[in-house]
């Protein structure tokens, strides 16, 4: 195992990652999900109670029924937050929200609705250490992430609190880093501030977020293909910034005319995203994906 955090070390690799939700939080739901197909596992506390005492269970199901078949102590674990990126201050305000859920362990963390570089920035700093030091006075504040919340995450990680402090910094910023942090660039007004908004270090990925894209854009409901000229163009100015900033975008395609094989090809060459929702049909579009680019890791 060279990382804990199986994510990036496959992504170093050049191969997409492919991920699931998870609907249960428990003890019991995190050991049946030890040996998910899934390269990650995303928990959305956007659209759902922020329930950190079942996350940190879950996380604690994880370990005990770990490690992974690919050597890790569990599968990563991305959380969706519910702090929106409009401002500096909203983010601020809501870090405690930040230290919890980092404390329960996970691998990484996703913000949306990330209009104000600002607010990214602030995101970075509130996800690290005061000693971490790559990037500050470059565009970033010191860490405001404290000391006393270190021992759990570091039994989830498998190592001692000492070692946790210094691997749970961002990455690539750090390229010894474990944590991932993403931004959903999600509305029109994240259209224009997104090449600065991706180039903020310690961003790890970005994605275009079609379901609230298409609602700023005017429309109710239009999360997957066909998507109207607008949507196809913004979708393209996403990518377009996670290009320029060297990061990967996160795009599915959910296109009910395609196999799974068809949508894992447009997804990977058409579209070029590197991290993939397996919605329906879930481990089949994985499988496909992976064949596609001679993916070797065992899952």
Known sequence: ?????????????????????????????????????????????????????????????????????????????????????????EVYVNAWQIRHLLTAGVHGLLMVHARDPGAVRAFVECCRYPMTQAGVGSGLGEGLR????????????????EDYVMKADVWPLNPDGELMLGLKLEDRHCLLTATISTTVPGIAFAEWGP???GMSLGYASRHD????????????TIKGACDSAGIPFLCGWNDESMNAAERARHAIEVIGARIIPCGPPGEELAVAG??????TMPV
Not at 146 to 161: L, Y
Not at 225 to 236: I, K, L, N, S, V
Not at 290 to 295: E, P
Request: contains cysteine; hydrophobic residues 35%; negative net charge.
């Open 146 to 161: 404290g000391s006393a919340g270190q021992n759990h995450p570091a039994e989830i990680w498998d190592m001692t609190p």
């Open 1 to 89: 195992m060279a990382r804990v955090n199986r994510c990036i070390e496959l992504l170093e690799q050049g191969q997409p990652i492919y991920y699931t939700g998870v609907e249960e939080l428990s003890f019991e739901s995190g050991r049946a999900l030890a040996g998910t197909w899934a390269d990650f596992l995303s928990l959305d506390f956007e659209h759902r109670p922020l329930d950190v005492i079942g996350l940190s269970a879950f996380m604690d199901g994880l370990r005990a029924a770990g490690p992974t078949r690919s050597g890790h102590p569990t599968p990563t674990v991305i959380v969706t937050t519910a702090i929106s990126g409009i401002s500096p201050e």
């Open 290 to 295: 992976r064949a596609l680019t001679g993916r």
């Open 211 to 213: 379901g609230d894209m």
């Open 225 to 236: 293909p066909p998507y109207p000229p607008e949507m196809a163009a913004a979708r393209d």
